[in-house]
């Protein structure tokens, strides 16, 4: 079995008990469902560590160990070379985008070919929501800087986003994320001279969401992020779903295709809850003060 990362460092995949929380997650409940590493799992854990130029090498390698699944996460680059270099070997995608609209599968009903896995949101309109909810949070924000990979900036999600900031007056700008060059990223952000930032629902916001939430607070930077995760560390607001939980659910998607299901007949799981998490401590290192509607419809918030 494999384990395919975009942007975390190898280093946090590794042991029974890995740093990496979604990895974690899903070693843990393939341990439930009863494989176990060094009895009966082998598990090839694999991380381009940020250079998209290692993706072709990743698959090469393992289309040749003939694993009996991939998973992988939900990279736009990473899947599509995935569907063209491996046709033959059932690949569960954790953290899918918009997966029909990609081509990478026929429909979320009926997948077909050797892919499935989960979406991490319902539509464009999840992300714009969210930037309706910043907007809501910091009516006063005019200029907010989109934190994206150049492809997301221009994909229907993006163009969701865009749209929805010019009916709430606000100037979105892109600032571009280098995974492979954290320093020219940042500086990018800096030059636009935002009110606010939003970071993309990417792979790669994740695999570095620590040093992301570090930077906005080092620039007194509010903002929101599509990862729970980068509220409780240190970031003002975050709305999406629990994707360490797709990483459990990932680990019945591979129980059933080892025992004979046939991965293009897999429905691809959609979310249904997305949470609003509110860090009341952030908000005050800022300066902030959160109006009452963003507080009421919280789903958390941190003190």
């Known amino acids: 079995m494999a384990w395919v ?8 995949l590794a042991g029974p008990d890995p740093i990496h929380p979604i990895t974690r997650a899903f070693v843990h409940e393939m341990r439930a469902l009863g494989y176990v590493e060094g009895r009966n799992l082998i598990l090839e854990r694999r991380s381009a560590e940020g250079d998209p130029s290692r993706f072709a090498t990743i698959l090469g390698e393992l289309r040749g160990l003939r694993p009996n699944v991939i998973v992988m996460a939900g990279q ?23 997966p029909v609209d990609a081509g990478l599968v ?5 997948p077909g070919g050797n892919m499935t896995g989960l979406t991490v949101n319902s539509g464009p309109e999840n992300e714009a929501k969210r930037l309706q909810l910043l ?5 006063r924000a005019a200029r907010i800087a989109y934190l994206s990979a150049r492809e997301s900036w221009s994909n229907p999600i993006g163009q969701a986003v ?4 010019a009916t ?5 700008v892109h600032a571009e994320h280098h995974p492979g060059d ?32 570090a930077f906005a607070r080092r620039a007194h930077l509010p903002g929101i992020y599509p990862y729970l995760e980068m509220a409780a560390r240190g970031g003002l607001l975050a709305y999406g779903v629990n994707v360490v939980e797709l990483g459990r659910r990932a680990a019945h998607y591979v129980d059933r295709i080892v025992k004979g299901a046939n991965p ?3 429905p691809i799981d959609r979310p249904t809850k997305f949470d609003l998490i509110v860090n009341l401590k952030a908000a005050q290192e800022l300066g902030l003060e959160l109006p009452p509607s963003i507080l009421l419809r919280a789903d958390r918030t941190i003190e």
């Open 76 to 98: 736009p680059g990473l899947n599509r070379l995935a569907k063209q270099m491996i046709r033959d070997i059932p690949i569960v995608i954790f953290s899918m985008g918009q």
């Open 182 to 213: 954290l320093e020219a990223t940042f500086a990018g952000v800096t030059a636009r001279a935002p009110d606010a930032l939003f970071a993309s629902l990417s792979a790669e916001t994740y695999g570095q969401r620590d040093q992301i939430v």
């Open 168 to 172: 709430l007056g606000v100037t979105l």
């Open 264 to 266: 293009g007949e897999l």
């Open 106 to 110: 026929d429909s979320l009903a009926r």
């Open 5 to 12: 990362l975009t942007t975390s460092p190898i280093r946090e």
């Open 162 to 165: 865009r749209e929805v900031a």
């Open 135 to 139: 907007k809501e949070a910091l009516p």
